[in-house]
């Protein structure tokens, strides 16, 4: 699967929760542990979420523009979670582990994520999933988001 991403790390959360408040739908809040493994090519995490967890390989640029990220995920049944994870980190190495306080909004074909990340800070990361539309559509549609929210001016 394919999406549209940036990410932004910003000084507070109010003025852009108030803006998504306008025109986007409120999921939820989530609290999330990704653990990261040394891989050499891209990105493999186990998220955890309560008592679901999956299994996330992506691939992005490193850079702090609008990016295309490629990415695959797959649920891990509760009871194998500690077990694949352990085999994960015996295999690769574990990099990181960061727990971050999500909150998930939606808005057309965005996931707006507005993350509180242990130790970081805050963060806003939109992600346009290219599934349904053209790489064009989902191109302007992140451009509006990114200008309705402007994270830049909470730098």
């Known amino acids: 699967?394919?999406?549209?991403?940036?990410?932004?790390?910003?000084?507070?959360?109010?003025?852009?929760?108030?803006?998504?408040k306008k025109d986007a739908r409120f999921v939820?809040?989530?609290?999330?542990?990704?653990?990261?493994?040394?891989?050499?090519?891209?990105?493999?995490?186990?998220?955890?979420?309560?008592?679901?967890?999956?299994?996330?390989?992506?691939?992005?640029?490193?850079?702090?523009?609008?990016?295309?990220?490629?990415?695959?995920?797959?649920?891990?049944?509760?009871?194998?979670?500690?077990?694949?994870?352990?085999?994960?980190?015996?295999?690769?190495g574990m990099t990181v582990c960061v727990k971050k306080k999500r909150e998930l909004w939606i808005k057309d074909q965005t996931r707006i994520h507005l993350d509180k990340v242990k130790g970081l800070g805050s963060f806003v990361e939109l992600e346009t999933v290219l599934s349904g539309i053209s790489f064009s559509q989902g191109t302007k549609q992140h451009g509006i988001i990114l200008k309705m929210l402007n994270p830049s001016s909470n730098q």
């Open 1 to 20: 699967m394919k999406n549209i991403e940036s990410k932004f790390a910003v000084k507070g959360l109010d003025d852009i929760r108030l803006a998504l």
């Open 28 to 92: 939820g809040v989530l609290n999330q542990v990704d653990t990261y493994f040394n891989v050499m090519h891209g990105r493999l995490k186990i998220r955890q979420e309560g008592k679901k967890s999956e299994i996330i390989r992506y691939n992005r640029p490193d850079t702090k523009e609008v990016r295309i990220s490629e990415y695959q995920h797959i649920r891990l049944p509760g009871k194998d979670v500690r077990l694949i994870s352990g085999l994960l980190k015996k295999i690769f």
